[in-house]
């Protein structure tokens, strides 16, 4: 794959090995391939109270989180990267830098049902701040919200968990024209297929708990931007204000992770297809959501605005709750748990598990059906995910 953007000299596959971690063989350097984890919460000044090294306090600055910023920074093809202790303290650092009270949201109905508790709950209720849900898979519905308060597009693109896309680039025109901040969570698809910003996006997030770590280990998120004075606002927020840096040790985790992200995308992504292909042949699924196949109704923009279509498939089974509550209790593979992107395969029924709070009028209106399950496919072999849903399937 080439590099994330024309900035990188090296392709995308090498960037996630090298970039943020050249070994230190300045002379008293360690020579450290890999990064150390600098767990000092405060560094020695010298007699005049100035950093000797560069560090005053690890909230102001961290070398482990400096070295994770630049990493996913680069994947990112972008200016500035900041890593934050969860993918929500990256979304409400986000908000709460880029907006004021009174100010007016247009968000994608399917967002991820956390940034939505957020929203409604906490920015609608202590800080006047309206937010609108639109069906942004059109881009007209989004221009047609704008009014003269609105400062924030909040997209995410595929959505959680029904796998619906919005497209960025004319989004991201329509935001231009009224002078709005674009805000795109990317954390279904990752920068390995799909970078907002070279998209026109102002700000892209991420739940980096998820693929960019991918090892079921970690919490943390991201925010990335080539807006130098967002950037800097950004910074204020987390140093002096909301603080919810990533810490060291899961900075590391992440490090290490992200080495194999191209591999594991690569894998995720073959195991997804095979998987939606297998379901969508099965007598006892009614519907298949994944943007890789033919049938889905944004496969097009898919294949356009991302390099690869992602390893999560969401799908429906004939029959209604309790069938679908006892086909995910009945596999071995696939573990039933929440969350997604790790090597791992999971499975989840959203009306029990994840949706549960939503009321059913508002969750039915948003296509989570009574029978929908989500299975975010690991990186094991295909073939045995396949025989533990044909076991699961045979039962019902
Ligand atoms: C799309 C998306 N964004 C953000 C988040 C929140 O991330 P975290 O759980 O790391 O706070 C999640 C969590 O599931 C998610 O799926």
Redo the contacts with the bound molecule.
């Keep these: 794959m080439e590099g994330p953007s024309e900035r990188s000299n090296h392709t995308f596959e090498t960037e996630a090995i090298h970039a943020g971690e050249e070994p230190d063989l300045d002379p008293g350097g360690t020579g450290d391939l890999v990064s150390p984890i600098h767990l000092s919460s405060t560094f020695a000044m010298d007699e005049t109270g100035n950093p000797s090294h560069g560090y005053k306090y690890s909230r102001l600055g961290n070398p482990t989180r400096e070295a994770l910023d630049r990493r996913v920074a680069t994947l990112s093809g972008a200016d500035h990267a900041m890593t934050f202790a969860?993918?929500?303290?990256?979304?409400a650092t986000t908000c709460l830098t880029a907006l004021e009270s009174g100010d007016h949201v247009v968000a994608f109905d399917g967002?991820?049902g956390?940034?939505k508790v957020f929203f409604d709950e906490y920015l609608a209720d202590h800080f006047d701040v309206t937010v609108e849900y639109v069906d942004a898979t059109d881009p007209e519905a989004v221009a047609d919200a704008v009014v003269p308060e609105t400062a924030l597009f909040w997209m995410?693109s595929p959505?959680?968990p029904l796998l619906k896309l919005c497209d960025i680039e004319a989004i991201a025109a329509i935001a231009d024209g009224h002078d709005v901040l674009l805000a795109v969570?990317n954390?279904?698809a990752t920068p390995y297929f799909q970078r907002p910003l070279a998209l026109g996006a102002d700000v892209s997030?991420?739940?980096?708990?998820?693929y960019l770590n991918g090892h079921t280990d970690s919490?943390?998120?991201a925010i990335v931007t080539d807006d130098d004075a967002f950037a800097d606002r950004v910074r204020f927020v987390q140093e002096y204000a909301l603080g919810a840096m990533m810490p060291p040790f899961d900075c590391y985790l992440v490090l290490r992770g992200s080495k194999t992200l191209p591999l594991r995308m690569r894998q995720h992504e073959a195991n997804a297809t095979r998987v939606a292909r297998y379901l969508s042949e099965h007598e006892k699924v009614t519907a298949v959501h994944y943007p890789g196949l033919e049938t889905h109704p944004q496969h097009d923009l898919a294949a356009r605005q991302m390099d690869g279509f992602g390893g999560i498939v969401s799908f429906e089974i004939d029959g209604g709750a309790a069938e679908a509550r006892a086909f995910v209790e009945s596999l071995d593979l696939f573990t039933l748990a929440?969350?997604?992107?790790s090597v791992e395969s999971l499975i989840e029924h959203p009306v029990s598990m994840?949706a549960s709070y939503v009321p059913e009028e508002e969750r039915l209106a948003s296509g989570i059906t009574d029978s929908l399950i989500r299975a975010p496919i690991g990186v094991e072999s295909a073939d045995d995910l396949i025989a533990d849903l044909e076991r699961g399937l045979e039962h019902l």
Excluded at 338 to 341: D, M, P, R
């Design positions: 969860s993918g929500m303290a990256a979304i967002i991820y956390g940034t995410e959505t959680n969570d954390t279904f997030v991420h739940s980096t708990t998820k919490i943390g998120g929440v969350s997604l992107g994840s």
